[in-house]
Each structure stands twice: as structure tokens, then as C-alpha cells.
């Protein structure tokens, strides 16, 4: 019988050697220190709330339309694509929060004014907030403005200023940072900086931290707080994640995967992406103070308290990271919040548990650090 056990014993040894050798030559280190695994299954997040699972599925199983994927798609349907996408997404928004929209010129640039439909809360009746939507510096106007500003003023009480700045291929960088610049001014005016916060998604929040640095230049004060939600204090979201001024590190590389899309490059290849959706940061170096200040520890010194939010699988959670590690060492108030198995921008989902925690999240940070 001991016999017996023994030789059981070491049989599963040699299986388990054997099983552990073929996993172990499904992963490979270069030289250059670049790990291939050729065999790799995850699950999704145990900790992502059912509604999210749900979700994931069916976005990820949901074909990619084709011309998110053609180089040569002309920018207008581009953007009639992204608002059809979106629309039922806002159309839920409204209902779940009820606000107000008024469309209103502000020192000459569009802008949404959405405040809740019961009213500003008394405590923010001298606050205002100025939403800079994402959509890649090309689109986002219209549906991704609304999706990130609705819920934040119903559920803070908050009065939000949502900008339509100019965008390319039509305009060039810096037209979008000065577009910023011309509304906060203005807000000025009414407003003590002490009074005034700045967030935005993906783009958006890549514009905020180039607008707060371009203030610095100007010799304008800093606004009391900011959001960088879905993005870093970089500019390069479609740069090679080695460039400098790039949304870099590995989640560029393993985000794209386990959400379903087509893998990065390894090199110095972009991603793919149309081109008329890439004009308005062509040809410009990406290294620039007031186009990537998450490389400057002396701009980001004077940055105001930033609230920085990201996930897992989102390709901008490791500059993400890197901007809260600068920003950090520079001596400044930085509050990071990831979301496991949550991708880009997942709080453009409004019926997620994990979106109204979010926006519950920004709501309250806004709310202790303005005046």
C-alpha cells in the first residue's frame, strides 16, 4: 500500500512538472525584455458589479464598426457614428438625472450650461465647474459632454459649464487650450479662481492639465481643483507608447486585448486610427511643457489638487499612474481611484454601479477642495 502511494505520488509530480514545462514554453522574455505569452485566458474581474460584467460582454462582442477602422474615413461621419453610438446612452442620462441644458456663448466660444433641475445646491451658488468632454480631440461635442457632465451636476449639485472647443482636422493645437483659456477668464470675472474646477475624460483631461499649465504662462491663478478622469498630463493618446509625451507603459499594451480589440504594436507604430481623427496634434512635439506637463516637475508643482480616476483595462491607466506618481513627488495633492476590470472611461455607462460611484466620487472631492 505505501508502494502504492508513492508511486501516485510521484506520478503526479511528473504530470504536474510536465503541465508546469508546456505553460512555461507558452511564455517567452526576449532580450530586449519583451514578454510574449502565447496562451492566456483572464476572467473578468470578481470584482466588477453584475451590471458591469453584463455590460463588458456585450460591448465586447459587439462588432467594431469598420470605419473606426479605415484610415481614410472622412471626419463627418466620424462624428455622426459617435453621436448615434451615444445617443441612447444620454437619452438614459436625462432620465436618471434630471437637469436643465441651456446652450449659451461664453467670450465666444459654444458652451452647455447643465444644472440640475430641482437647482444649484445652496453651498455651490458661487461655484461653477468646467467640463472639457473626450472624444480623442476630434469629436465628443455634442453626446460625450453631456454623458460626463449630466450626472456630475445632478448628483453634486453643481452648476457645470460643458465647452464645445474647436477641434481638428478643421484646427490645430493650441486652439483648443485657448478656447479654455478665453472661458476661464471670463468665469473670472464672477468667479474667484477659489471657486472654479476643471475636469475632463480621455482628451478632455489631457486638455485640462494643458490648459492648467498654459495658465501658469499667462500668469492667471490656478483654478481650486481638477479631474484628469480616463487620462494623464500627457498629450500622445495615439503616440507609440515609447515616445516621450506618449500614454505609455503596459496598459497600452495589455488594455486593448482584454477588452477585445486589436493588440498595439510593438515599435514605433501608432495606432491605427483614421486619419482625418488625428489632425489636430500633427506635427506637434508632444515633449512641449504646455502639451505634456506630466514631464515637467516644476509645472506640475503649481498644479491644483488633482483627482485622477482610471481602470485596469483601460489603455490610459498606466500614464495615469505615472501622472499621480509625478504629480506626488511634486508636492502636490493627488487622489488616485482605479476600478478593477473597468476600461476608458467607464462612467460613460450610467446605469454601472461602478459609474455612480464614480461620479459620487468627483462630486465629493470638487465639494471639499472649492471654496
Known sequence: ?????????????????????????????????????????????????????????????????PAWMDSGAPIDKLRTLDEAELKPQVDHAMALYPVNVENRQLAGVPTRVITPKGGIAPRNKNRVLIELHGGGFFTGAGAQALLESIPLAAIGGYKVIAENYRQGPEHKYPAATEDVISVYKALLKDHAAADIGIFGCSAGGSLTAMAVASFQKQGLPKPAAIGLFGSPAFAGFLAPPGAPGAWGGDSRFTAP??????????????????????????????????????????????????????????????AAIQTHRELVKAGVEAQL?????MGHCFFGDPDL????????????FFDRRLR
Open 353 to 364: 454601479p461602478e459609474s455612480r460611484e464614480a461620479f459620487s466620487i468627483m462630486a465629493k
Open 1 to 65: 500500500m505505501k508502494r502504492f502511494k508513492v508511486i501516485v505520488f510521484v506520478s503526479l509530480l511528473s504530470a504536474a512538472a510536465t503541465a508546469f514545462a508546456e505553460d512555461a514554453a507558452n511564455v517567452n522574455v526576449d532580450a530586449a525584455g519583451t514578454a510574449t505569452v502565447t496562451q492566456l485566458k483572464v476572467p473578468l474581474s470578481s470584482y466588477m458589479s453584475k451590471e458591469a460584467k453584463k455590460a463588458f460582454i456585450e460591448t465586447a462582442q459587439k462588432p467594431i464598426d
Open 257 to 318: 486585448v482584454l477588452v477585445g480589440e486589436p493588440p498595439q504594436p510593438i515599435g514605433d507604430e501608432p495606432m491605427p486610427f483614421p486619419k482625418s481623427a488625428t489632425g489636430y496634434l500633427q506635427n506637434v512635439d508632444l515633449s512641449d511643457p504646455l502639451v505634456s506637463p506630466g514631464m515637467y516637475p516644476d509645472i506640475l508643482a503649481k498644479f491644483p489638487p488633482t483627482l485622477i480616476l482610471t481602470g485596469t483595462r483601460a489603455f490610459d491607466m498606466s
Open 337 to 341: 481611484n482605479v476600478w478593477d476590470g
